[in-house]
Nanobody
Framework: QVQLVESGGGLVQAGVSLTLSCSTSGGSLSGLYMAWFRQAPGKERDFVAAASRGGTVTTYGDSVKGRFTITRDNAKNTVFLQMNSLNLEDTAVYYC?????????????????WGQGTQVTVSS
């Protein structure tokens, strides 16, 4: 059973950077397609970023393109989300997600495994 644990969230001021980490266990990270989603209060869970198994192909949600970067270290079973130029609209619970499927998209239903989430709050 794959388990995901996020860390690195917190309260930050607008304009700064923050890096989230997702540690995986119960399976080889190299076999998993990994993604980050976020959910703000009262809103749906939105796609943030995803990385292919080797990390060579990455995709991003429109609202974070150019500001966020997803990377993965398969040897350390860890996925990262570097977030730059944070703004108030980035406030949300951020979730790490994993999929064993061959074809993976940007919908939450594409992912079988989820972490518990980490809160990111951006203040003005």
């Amino acid at each position: 059973q794959v388990q995901l644990v996020e860390s690195g969230g917190g309260l930050v001021q607008a304009g700064v950077s923050l890096t989230l980490s997702c540690s995986t266990s119960g399976g080889s990270l190299s076999g998993l397609y990994m993604a980050w989603f976020r959910q703000a209060p009262g809103k749906e869970r939105d796609f943030v970023a995803a990385a292919s198994r080797g990390g060579t192909v990455t995709t991003y949600g429109d609202s974070v393109k150019g500001r966020f970067t997803i990377t993965r270290d398969n040897a350390k079973n860890t996925v990262f989300l570097q977030m730059n130029s944070l703004n108030l609209e980035d406030t949300a619970v951020y979730y790490c997600a994993a999929s064993t499927r061959i074809t993976v998209g940007s919908l939450p239903t594409d992912y079988e495994y989820w972490g518990q989430g980490t809160q990111v709050t951006v203040s003005s």
